[in-house]
């Protein structure tokens, strides 16, 4: 495993790969997570030498963090660097900060987290820290030993989050950054700004929910094909990032053993200004191809879920782009025509409860309509 900076606050130096906790395993078509293949996953990064294991109160409904604590125990907790977020829409009053803190050492079943997170800090996040005792309270964790580390995750736009690195001591940020998404959010300046100013930052989303993983369209085949390297996929998205010395750490949200193999392997050979200009260029025209194809812009991310009709959004989306990026239409519509009729992007019925939700803000409801319309279209 290779180990990285972590700008130039903390003396800590991070694995390459982080363990991103969104995407354990599950049983059955809800979200429960497969707890034991879940741990199983968990303790195999860590023995491959991963140490940073991220999670989040939203995440798989609250069981993510219980199932980390889980995997934690019989001395794995000594072994990383653990990351956990304030659930940041869920925040009124000064005390909620200490009440949200305690359940989550409680559920993750320890007396500190090392490195603690505002989460999906956007305009109106950021008002409501803004607007509580925040820094005192994460001042005062620290000084109690229950908060090593502080930083922020970030979901909006590239001025905002300048404003916000400028605001506080932070230690480190995360990010959403991948090959695709150098101008989004804060993006690639984003991401010089905060290592220049000496925070450590931790890459989220580097396979974009999985876009950049498997089945790529026609076109972005070709473009890697055209390399004079030969790599995976996967493995393209990971270097690429791995190449960049701003990058401290590389979320993957893994949800099978085989990936944590796969990963933990390709973080081992990664370093820092290992590409060619050939591997550029060659990433540069995935790049292109891809933009040239893409419908929506969704990440998976599924924050906008549960929608009370029962709408599975991110699903729609993803058929969406599937159709717009060539894969075979009936094989689209088919699994369209499967889902529960509830489910379908046509159910929406414009209630406006998921936009709120979106990091990308998406307009969740139009975008819906568009989706079946087009799917729609692909019938004739
Ligand atoms: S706007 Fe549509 S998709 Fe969003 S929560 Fe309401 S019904 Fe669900
Ligand atoms: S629509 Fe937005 S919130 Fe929902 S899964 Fe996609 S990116 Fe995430």
Request: with cysteine; net charge negative; proline share 4%.
């Amino acid at each position: 495993m290779e180990y990285r900076d972590f700008g130039t606050v903390i003396d800590f130096e991070p694995s390459a790969l982080g363990f991103g906790a969104m995407r354990l395993p599950t049983e059955g078509d809800d979200d429960t997570i497969d707890r034991q293949r879940a741990i199983e996953m968990i303790r195999t990064a860590i023995d491959e030498g991963v140490n940073y294991v991220d999670t989040a109160w939203p995440y798989h409904g609250g069981e993510s963090e219980r199932v980390v604590g889980e995997a934690l125990t019989d001395g794995y907790r000594e072994e990383v660097s653990l990351a956990t977020k304030m659930p940041s829409w869920k925040l009124e009053t000064n005390d909620d900060l200490e009440e949200y803190f305690q359940r989550q050492l409680d559920r993750l079943d320890t007396d500190h987290v090392d490195c603690y997170l505002l989460h999906a800090l956007n305009r109106d996040f950021w008002d409501t820290y803004q607007g509580l005792d925040t820094f005192e309270w994460l001042q005062q964790k620290q000084a109690e030993g229950k908060i090593g580390h502080v930083g922020f995750s970030f979901h909006d736009d590239p001025d905002l989050f300048e404003e916000i690195v400028d605001a506080y001591d932070w230690d480190f940020c995360q990010i959403q950054y991948n090959y695709l998404d150098q101008e989004f959010q804060a993006g690639r300046a984003g991401l010089e700004y905060a290592a220049e100013r000496g925070l450590g930052v931790i890459v989220m989303e580097p396979l974009r929910g999985g876009t950049l993983a498997t089945d790529l369209p026609e076109p972005v085949r070709e473009a890697f094909e055209q390399a004079s390297s030969d790599r995976s996929p996967v493995e393209w998205a990971l270097q690429w990032l791995w190449d960049q010395p701003e990058v401290s750490t590389v979320l993957s949200g893994m949800s099978a053993l085989d990936q944590v193999r796969e990963n933990a392997a390709l973080a081992a050979q990664s370093g820092v200004e290992q590409f060619s200009d050939d591997d550029q260029r060659t990433v540069e025209r995935a790049r292109e191809r891809f933009e040239e194809l893409m419908g929506v812009d969704c990440t998976g991310c599924d924050y906008c879920t549960p929608c009370p009709t029962g709408v599975e959004i991110p699903r729609n989306f993803d058929l969406y782009n599937r159709l717009e990026m060539g894969d075979d239409p009936e094989a689209v519509l088919g699994e369209y025509d499967d889902m529960d009729e509830q489910a379908r992007a046509d159910a929406c019925v414009a209630c406006g409860e998921c936009e709120p939700a979106c990091p990308q803000n998406l307009e969740i409801i139009s975008l819906l309509e568009e989706t079946h319309t087009q799917l729609d279209a692909a019938r004739a």
